[in-house]
């Protein structure tokens, strides 16, 4: 038992590793977005306001909780092979 709950400890922390990476590589891709945009349309006024309000909007995204999968497959994925395993 304490094997296994190292293993989901180290698992957890690795995922949570890849979490970070993945939701600050997409959140820069989102940035560069709205700095093309605002290039593209050749808009006027403030550009940093502008970006803060695109990077506001996606924060509250639904694309933005889609990261949270790195989560739940994995764990899911462990846990219908462990359900599987032992009652199939």
């Known amino acids: 038992m304490f094997t296994f ?7 957890v922390v690795v995922l949570t590793l890849i979490y970070a990476a993945v939701s600050l590589y997409s959140r820069e891709q989102r940035r560069a977005k709205l700095k093309r945009r605002w290039k593209d349309k050749g808009l006027t006024g403030d550009r940093q306001a502008f970006i803060q309000r695109g990077l506001n909007q996606y924060d509250h995204s639904f694309r933005r909780r889609l990261v949270l999968l790195v989560y ?3 764990l899911g994925a462990i846990a219908l092979i462990i359900y ?4 199939s």
């Open 84 to 87: 599987v395993i032992n009652f």
């Open 72 to 74: 739940i497959l994995p």
């Open 5 to 11: 709950l190292r293993l989901v400890l180290l698992l």
